[in-house]
């Protein structure tokens, strides 16, 4: 008995130092985090404008912020496949937050972003959520303010607890939305865009929105192609491919 205690212990004691191993301290701008490892933010990054990537990240790589913040780059974070991406922390003055770029695969990329503000991307095209390809990426607690736009843009957004508001464009724009706890104020496009149709002809785009306020969006806080379902949302304007959806209050 007292072996298979030891035998058991041992095993324990190896994962822990096996997680340990992967871990990778991040101090500098234009650092990797390698496929499946975990890279730790141990410093703010104040990062070169013309460096492309603050912090690249592999397959099933994670990256933790650890309290800091990233400035600076043209991308604060870029995965190469599924990643997550983990506060608190602060983006800042960067072309994207957190992207997902160039990747065309048959399988879905999976990113995950959590427990972090993105905010003042300087550019005219810049975004604290960028997606391509149809990825998906799954949001919990996020501020996104005063970028270009705030999640962009061909992708499946499920969100939770996002807060997006005075951003110079839309606040969303993605194929597939499905969003709960959320507040869409104050931005210079549209709050929330479903592009799914004019990507996907042939698919239903599908938009699911529960428990949420959206205001003094320009000039509409919800425009689809499908009707979207809306459970408990406070809105100003719809927009649907004749007309509105009779769904927010000045339809």
């Not at 500098?28 to 603050?54: E, M, Y």
């Not at 990256?63 to 997550?84: D, E, F, P």
């Not at 499908?226 to 004749?242: K, L, T, Y």
Request: with cysteine.
């Amino acid at each position: 008995m007292k072996n298979g205690l030891l035998v058991v212990l041992s095993a324990v004691i190896g994962c822990l130092l096996a997680d340990q191993a992967f871990a990778l301290d991040i101090t500098a701008c234009g650092q990797t985090v390698p496929r499946k490892q975990i890279g730790i933010l141990q410093a703010d990054l104040s990062c070169d404008p013309n460096l492309a990537v603050a912090i690249n990240v592999q397959g099933q790589g994670k990256v933790m912020l650890n309290g800091h913040a990233i400035s600076g780059a043209k991308a604060a974070i870029a995965c190469n496949g599924t990643c997550k991406v983990s506060g608190p922390g602060e983006i800042s003055g960067t072309g994207f937050g957190v992207a997902q770029l160039g990747l065309r695969q048959k399988h879905r990329a999976r990113v995950t972003v959590e427990n972090l503000s993105i905010h003042d991307g300087p550019y005219d095209f810049s975004a604290g959520v960028q997606m391509d390809f149809g990825q998906v990426f799954v949001l919990r607690n996020l501020t996104l303010e005063r970028n270009a736009v705030g999640i962009c843009c061909d992708g499946h957004v499920e969100g939770n607890g996002l807060t997006i508001s005075d951003n110079r464009d839309e606040g969303v724009e993605a194929s597939f939305i499905d969003l709960n706890n959320f507040s869409v104020t104050g931005n210079g496009g549209i709050g929330i865009k479903n592009i799914g149709r004019s990507i996907y002809p042939k698919r239903h785009s599908v938009t699911l929105l529960r428990n949420g306020t959206m205001s003094n969006n320009q000039p509409i806080d919800i425009s689809t192609f499908d009707r979207p379902i809306v459970r408990n949302v406070a809105c100003e304007h719809s927009q649907s491919p004749s007309g509105t959806w009779g769904i927010c209050s000045g339809d």
